[in-house]
Structure formats: C-alpha cells, structure tokens
C-alpha cells in the first residue's frame, strides 16, 4: 500500500507570508503527527491529530496550526513566516494503538527568504 | 522537561565491522522505544522497535538493547554496510504523549 505522502515537496516563501502544507496518512491510519527538523533543533514535535480532534499539541507558537479531514489527510499551516521558520517538514502517521510505530513521509523542505 | 539524548554525535565504522550506536532516557515513564534511520533527503525511517517489558530485540542485521535500571538504549549493527550510512535517531514514547526524538548519530562506513 502506498506510503505517507507529503506534497508539496519543495517550497520556497517570503517573510510575513503562509503557507499550508499537504499530508496524506498511509490508508487506514487516523493518527497524524507533523514535526519540524532542523540541525540545530532536531525533530520537534508540532501536533499531532486524530479522527479530526488535535490529540497533542507541542511547543510552538500559534502561528503553527493545523487540521484533519474525514478522509484523514491533514494540512498544516504556517502564518506571518520568519526566517527561522525554514525546515524539513515532517508528516507521520500511525494506526490506532497505544503504542505503534510512526511511518514518516518524505517531508516538505520549507526555505523562508 | 524530558528528553531523549545521545551520547555521540558522529560514528565511524569500517565496512563489515559491528556499530553501536546508543541512546540515554531520561522519561522512566517511556513504555516504547524506536530506532529510525534517516538518509539524506527522505524522511526518518522505522529500523526496529521495542517496548518496556523488553530487554533485548532482534531484527535483520539490527538488535536494540534496552537499559531500564539506567535508562540506557542502543541499537547494534552488524556486519555494517556503506547502505548504513546515515543519521539514527531514537525515540521514547510514553502512553498518552508523542514520541520525543534524540538528536540523532550520523553513521559513517568507511571502505
């Protein structure tokens, strides 16, 4: 079956602008997670949702948000974008259970000029 | 707050000799651990798995260790090939939370 996928995959945005980010779960998984990473950071957690509830929400600010659809695909959005904020994108999902293993997509390379 | 940490930023291995990488908790609440590699250019992918009522796993080439008394975590390598090379990351999972990543380790395989 297919993979995560991300869309899209490059992406290249000014400063003060958005941008919404595309992320479409592996089929039959309802839990989606979306990290950051960056060199100096790592993977950072974002949010994660599930049956289009936000289950977990990490610590960024507010212009950091996102949602689920009923088909489960989930979008993130990003506003007023700082230089700061350019990263790898990463989208995971997981099947239901207490504790499965995350499948990552290949990621969205954010650059904010 | 908790988090997941590694001992060693860089590893370099020559080709056919055993890694180690390794990997200290800090969440004595962690119940799932995970091992992902992550090639340059895609995103982290699932090495192997293991939970807390566990010591020791084992899956192709690759066994992941668990610590529980200090919180201690490592993934075993063998025979490494060039295809290894590549950043590893662990993760802990405590019910109810996400995963929280460590840093990473780039492994390097020399000829």
């Known amino acids: 079956k297919a993979g995560v996928t991300q869309t899209p995959r490059y992406l290249i945005k000014t400063r003060g602008q958005q941008v919404t980010l595309s992320c479409s779960p592996i089929s039959g998984h309802r839990s989606v997670s979306w990290y950051q990473q960056t060199p100096g950071q790592g993977l950072q957690f974002l949010f994660e949702?599930?049956?289009?509830?936000?289950?977990n929400k990490g610590n960024f600010p507010g212009r950091f948000s996102g949602r689920q659809f009923s088909n489960s695909r989930s979008e993130m959005n990003v506003s007023t974008l700082e230089l700061g904020d350019s990263a790898l994108y990463l989208c995971?999902?997981?099947?239901?259970?207490?504790?499965?293993?995350?499948?990552f997509g290949q990621g969205t390379r954010l650059t904010v000029v | 707050g908790e988090s997941v940490g590694l001992h060693l930023p860089t590893l370099s291995v020559q080709e056919g000799d055993n890694s180690i990488i390794n990997c200290a908790y800090s969440n004595s609440a962690s119940d799932y651990f995970i091992w992902y590699k992550q090639e340059s250019g895609k995103g982290p992918q699932f090495i192997i798995d293991?939970?807390?009522?566990?010591d020791k796993r084992q899956g192709q080439r690759v066994t992941v260790l668990l610590n529980k008394t200090v919180k201690h975590l490592s993934l075993q390598i063998a025979a490494t090939q060039p295809g290894d090379s590549a950043v590893y990351f662990c993760?802990?999972?405590?019910?109810?939370?996400?995963?929280?990543f460590g840093p990473g380790t780039r492994l390097s395989v020399l000829p």
């Open positions: 293991i939970r807390s009522n566990m």
């Open positions: 949702y599930f049956s289009e509830t936000q289950r």
């Open positions: 993760a802990e999972k405590t019910e109810g939370q996400n995963f929280v």
């Open positions: 995971a999902s997981r099947a239901q259970g207490v504790s499965t293993e995350a499948f």
